[in-house]
């Protein structure tokens, strides 16, 4: 399983206060552990089944709401599309590209957006499975170098299957894949953006996106803490950490293009480091590809170890450089 780049902090920790309390208040051992992570999974698939229905319920109200607004204008055309939407989606409870209309547009506007909506559901789901099962390997790993330093050898081996299971668990692997092709994409989206839209950085742009990059990557963290510490039920909750986590990698991806941009006045310790920060994200990006390629042709089937770690590490050499450059920069 591909391990998240930033380390162990303070939204995977309180994440982990569940694991560790628990576990200590009954004794550190692979059957409790597995109890509180198989618990805690089975309330992201009820969180998210919930999520679904409640999709379907709102778009069931809001063609009421449209279907109402639409006889007070007395537009029968509008009235009948409504309507038959309306009646179509009462008895099936399914919407599709295909089902999408071309007019009116009040209504196409509307199956548009409620076609999106389960992408944002699935993403939020997904993210959820990725930080559990990240936490709960990450408990699993300690535990079996603690059983092993005891001397109890069959116990240790008992953990390291258990971590061999779920890293290569088909529910994890899925999340993780659709996580890395929405990256992929986001990524894409902002080069084509950057190169229809190139913009002059101004002198001292370095240290503007440096200060923004970490200030926005914080709040991302401090969202997701609060959300992971907090109540998982709570959509605001949700949204501000999902929002956080957008903005994150925006200014990630922008963060990049601007620091590699080598400047007259920059020292030579200056220029290099910034070439090598334009190579680590162009490897990053291919070694993204590279994986995603690879366990699209094995039909969402996690490549191995060895693969995910070369995007790991690749992330791991961005992450240093940008240090080395924050520092450098002064």
Known sequence: MMKR??????????MGILLLSVAQAQSRNLQTYRQVYEREMEKIQTTFAERSQGLRTAYEKHLSI???RTRQKGDLDEVMAVQAEWNRFKQEQTLSAE????SPASLRSLQESALKAPDAVAEARDEDIVDLTNMYVHHLGRLQAELTRQGKLDEAIQVRDEIQRVEDSPEVAAAEWALMELKLANIERQEDGARQNPTV???GAERKTMEAWLGLRRDFLDKRAAYWGGNR???TS?????????KWEEAEF???QTLSVIRPEDSAAVKAIKTDLKVARERLIEEMRLLAETNGKTKGKWSKKKEKRSVHDAKKQVDEILDRLEKALG
């Open 99 to 102: 089902l999408i209309v071309k």
């Open 238 to 246: 949700r949204e501000e950490f999902l929002m956080a986590k957008k």
């Open 66 to 68: 449209l279907l109402t």
């Open 233 to 235: 039920d709570s959509e």
């Open 201 to 203: 950085q101004e002198t």
């Open 5 to 14: 780049c930033v380390p162990f902090s303070v939204p995977l920790l309180l």
């Open 254 to 256: 922008q963060a990049y």
